[in-house]
């Protein structure tokens, strides 16, 4: 059983375009995160969702926008795929907000052409 | 905001060999982790330090939190081709109500076998 899936694994995409990646936790966890991982592996935390409401935004441009369905789920919708939006996408989850120990998923490597 | 130095950038060992990296940070933390990253998936957490000063060790792997709260150091023993990954620290400072994690560029370990 996996602990915090996200799919799709690979996302290849056009400049313009519109995707959504999804991230579910069966681990019954109340704070879900989305980090993205640069080419050169640097990660950075771009939102965080305690039951289900926002409470972590970076500075992340609003062509992303995150919806939490339910405290098990944070999906991302990205608009307007721009080239610098290529990376490595992880969600994760953990108990509580304040709780360091973080579950990470395998991550959605995204490539805009 | 806080930044993480971490160093080395990468190693190339061979196998049975002691491994050391540390962690700097322009400000102190109340907690230091390490978290390992295999190819293709994500960062697994391997280590969590809550005091200062304070030594934990998990296996093969010991890390330490520095006195100071501005830097951690993890060795790993007699390495093995598995220790192969991407190993980050990461640091949190839980005043007021911020509690993300801030994580280090990560340092890639080779092993040769």
């Known amino acids: 059983d996996t602990a915090v899936s996200q799919t799709p694994k690979y996302l290849v995409t056009q400049m313009g375009n519109d995707k959504s990646i999804k991230c579910e936790q069966n681990l019954g966890h109340d704070t879900m995160y989305w980090y993205k991982q640069d080419s050169k592996k640097f990660l950075k935390i771009m939102f965080s969702?305690?039951?289900?409401?926002?409470?972590i935004n970076e500075t992340v441009p609003n062509r992303f926008s995150p919806k939490s369905p339910d405290k098990a789920h944070l999906n991302l919708h990205i608009n307007s795929l721009e080239l610098g939006d290529s990376a490595v996408y992880f969600c994760?989850?953990?108990?509580?907000?304040?709780?360091?120990?973080?579950?990470f998923g395998s991550g959605t490597q995204l490539s805009v052409l | 905001g806080q930044q993480l130095n971490q160093s080395p950038q990468s190693m190339f060992i061979q196998e049975g060999e002691d491994v050391s990296m540390n962690c700097t940070s322009s400000?102190?933390?109340?907690?230091w982790l390490w978290y390992k990253q295999d190819p293709g998936e994500g960062p697994v957490l391997l280590i969590a330090l809550y005091k200062a000063g304070e030594l934990t060790s998990n296996g093969r792997l010991t890390a330490q939190f520095g006195i100071t709260r501005k830097d951690s150091f993890l060795n790993i023993s007699a390495s093995i081709p598995s220790d192969v990954g991407i190993y980050f620290c990461a640091g949190q400072y839980s005043g007021g109500s911020n509690y993300k994690l801030t994580f280090g560029k990560g340092t890639l370990l080779t092993v040769n076998p």
């Open positions: 400000s102190i933390f109340n907690t």
């Open positions: 994760a989850s953990s108990q509580g907000a304040n709780n360091e120990k973080l579950f």
């Open positions: 969702y305690n039951n289900k409401e926002l409470i």
